[in-house]
């Protein structure tokens, strides 16, 4: 069928068959396929959606669009294991989690992606570090896993590339929300890694793709719920074990955003150095999830406990080295991060011009303003600035003022984007006054 025919089928509200999808997908990695009909058919799917046939028959052809990995003939002594994220503005838990699995028994091929609309992207935070190959052959992917214990790259040409040709105009067209897409985005690159184990953690809030545009928290949260019975659904049934968490990201996560920033975090955090607690329980839900998943701890007191002492002992952090070295990058960047990791040319605190107790904050425009300062893309062509974005990001029920705590340091390429920065941020955030401000009781991880 042509693939004009399938897309006319989809936007008149049809079901698609296995076949239909299955062709299409073949054509989008054959290149037979134009972006053109590629942003048809992904708009076709936003807006009238797929039943649960067609997500698994949309998963496993994009799963089977290139190479299946077997670890088998490695002969691992642990489970093969992975975590993934739906998205949020500071999200670089994957960095840490990677080294704290591998340090803890268990290997892991992690496959990211690159950024999507306003949020940043695994693949990008690791390409800010300096000779990384973010994007190596089979055999050295391999290698990585083998002897570091994790290796954190972007899917290879052989790997999912229906997905990569997909992922990369849903990122330009405005179809990064759909739940369908989302689904079989994450989930054909997890089929494709081989793997014995998967948790998902699906963000939600108002810096996250299934955000409620009307900015209800439980709206939201059922949004998260959606998608993560979808991933829970189409991953166990196609035989690939997975826990699926939901984590609040209602404000940026650590104190960091931007790419080089987010990295020196991730450095900063595997050292035991400034650890941010929000962060410190995220990371730490997720890795103990993943280790009772994968029989590397008997349940999840036992997880936690193990992740904190891989965590203190410095073996996560020796882990997090090894893949750096191996995958081309520098041997010691954890003793000298600063030599590596690009600084932008304006670097500056911004404090409000009076001071405000942070009741909220809109995490969506922040990541949109990172976008424009030069970390995201407009275009699947632009290039990446590694080196804008924020640190010393203040948090929820904190006091920011003239003469205080900055709200952030904003890392900029010119004065003019630090001040359209500012102004971003000003609008971003809203104060609580003294009679509002009361603890909240919300947790920043949910089960399912």
Same mark, same amino acid.
Request: aromatic residues 4%.
């Given at each position: 069928?042509?693939?004009?025919?399938?897309?006319?089928?989809?936007?008149?509200?049809?079901?698609?068959?296995?076949?239909?999808?299955?062709?299409?997908?073949?054509?989008?990695?054959?290149?037979?396929?134009?972006?053109?009909?590629?942003?048809?058919?992904?708009?076709?799917?936003?807006?009238?959606?797929?039943?649960?046939?067609?997500?698994?028959?949309?998963?496993?052809?994009?799963?089977?669009?290139?190479?299946?990995?077997?670890?088998?003939?490695?002969?691992?002594?642990?489970?093969?294991?992975?975590?993934?994220?739906?998205?949020?503005?500071?999200?670089?838990?994957?960095?840490?989690?990677?080294?704290?699995?591998?340090?803890?028994?268990?290997?892991?091929?992690? +496959?990211?992606?690159?950024?999507?609309?306003?949020?940043?992207?695994?693949?990008?935070?690791?390409?800010?570090?300096?000779?990384?190959?973010?994007?190596?052959?089979?055999?050295?992917?391999?290698?990585?896993?083998?002897?570091?214990?994790?290796?954190?790259?972007?899917?290879?040409?052989?790997?999912?590339?229906?997905?990569?040709?997909?992922?990369?105009?849903?990122?330009?067209?405005?179809?990064?929300?759909?739940?369908?897409?989302?689904?079989?985005?994450?989930?054909?690159?997890?089929?494709?890694?081989?793997?014995?184990?998967?948790?998902?953690?699906?963000?939600?809030?108002?810096?996250?793709?299934?955000?409620?545009?009307?900015?209800?928290?439980?709206?939201?949260?059922?949004?998260?719920?959606?998608?993560?019975?979808?991933?829970?659904?189409?991953?166990?049934?196609?035989?690939?074990?997975?826990?699926?968490?939901?984590?609040?990201?209602?404000?940026?996560?650590?104190?960091?955003?931007?790419?080089?920033?987010?990295?020196?975090?991730?450095?900063?955090?595997?050292?035991?150095?400034?650890?941010?607690?929000?962060?410190?329980?995220?990371?730490?839900?997720?890795?103990?999830?993943?280790?009772?998943?994968?029989?590397?701890?008997?349940?999840?007191?036992?997880?936690?406990?193990?992740?904190?002492?891989?965590?203190?002992?410095?073996?996560?952090?020796?882990?997090?080295?090894?893949?750096?070295?191996?995958?081309?990058?520098?041997?010691?960047?954890?003793?000298?991060?600063?030599?590596?990791?690009?600084?932008?040319?304006?670097?500056?605190?911004?404090?409000?011009?009076?001071?405000?107790? +942070?009741?909220?904050?809109?995490?969506?425009?922040?990541?949109?303003?990172?976008?424009?300062?030069?970390?995201?893309?407009?275009?699947?062509?632009?290039?990446?600035?590694?080196?804008?974005?924020?640190?010393?990001?203040?948090?929820?029920?904190?006091?920011?003022?003239?003469?205080?705590?900055?709200?952030?340091?904003?890392?900029?390429?010119?004065?003019?984007?630090?001040?359209?920065?500012?102004?971003?941020?000003?609008?971003?955030?809203?104060?609580?006054?003294?009679?509002?401000?009361?603890?909240?009781?919300?947790?920043?991880?949910?089960?399912?």
């Amino acid at each position: 069928m042509l693939p004009q025919e399938i897309i006319r089928k989809k936007r008149d509200k049809q079901k698609l068959s296995p076949d239909d999808i299955k062709e299409f997908v073949d054509g989008v990695a054959a290149k037979t396929v134009t972006e053109g009909q590629v942003a048809a058919f992904c708009m076709a799917v936003l807006l009238n959606k797929m039943d649960m046939d067609e997500r698994v028959a949309l998963t496993s052809a994009m799963a089977r669009s290139g190479t299946v990995m077997d670890w088998s003939g490695e002969n691992l002594p642990g489970p093969v294991l992975d975590k993934h994220s739906s998205g949020g503005v500071g999200d670089k838990v994957s960095l840490m989690l990677a080294p704290l699995v591998a340090a803890a028994g268990g290997y892991v091929p992690m +496959l990211s992606g690159r950024g999507l609309g306003h949020t940043g992207g695994t693949l990008d935070k690791m390409d800010a570090i300096e000779g990384y190959k973010s994007q190596p052959d089979i055999e050295l992917f391999k290698k990585t896993v083998r002897e570091s214990g994790c290796a954190i790259i972007g899917a290879t040409p052989d790997l999912a590339p229906a997905d990569r040709i997909m992922y990369a105009i849903r990122d330009v067209t405005g179809t990064v929300e759909s739940l369908d897409l989302i689904t079989a985005s994450i989930l054909s690159k997890k089929l494709a890694a081989g793997l014995d184990g998967l948790v998902m953690d699906v963000t939600f809030g108002n810096g996250t793709f299934t955000r409620d545009l009307s900015g209800d928290y439980e709206g939201s949260l059922k949004n998260a719920r959606d998608l993560g019975n979808s991933i829970h659904h189409v991953a166990n049934g196609a035989g690939l074990a997975t826990v699926v968490r939901l984590t609040d990201m209602n404000q940026v996560l650590g104190r960091t955003a931007g790419n080089a920033l987010e990295v020196r975090e991730a450095i900063d955090y595997l050292r035991n150095v400034n650890v941010d607690p929000r962060l410190h329980e995220v990371t730490v839900d997720l890795t103990a999830e993943l280790l009772v998943l994968g029989k590397l701890a008997g349940d999840k007191r036992q997880a936690v406990d193990k992740v904190q002492k891989m965590l203190l002992s410095g073996k996560a952090a020796e882990h997090f080295a090894k893949m750096v070295k191996s995958l081309g990058g520098p041997s010691d960047l954890l003793e000298k991060p600063e030599k590596y990791l690009k600084t932008a040319p304006v670097v500056r605190d911004f404090h409000p011009d009076r001071e405000i107790f +942070l009741g909220a904050m809109n995490v969506f425009d922040i990541g949109i303003g990172i976008v424009e300062l030069g970390g995201g893309r407009m275009r699947t062509t632009d290039v990446i600035d590694h080196s804008v974005g924020l640190s010393n990001m203040a948090q929820l029920e904190e006091t920011v003022g003239p003469h205080g705590r900055p709200l952030a340091t904003i890392h900029a390429r010119s004065e003019s984007d630090w001040q359209r920065m500012a102004q971003t941020l000003t609008e971003a955030v809203s104060p609580l006054s003294p009679s509002e401000r009361r603890p909240t009781s919300r947790p920043v991880v949910l089960s399912l």
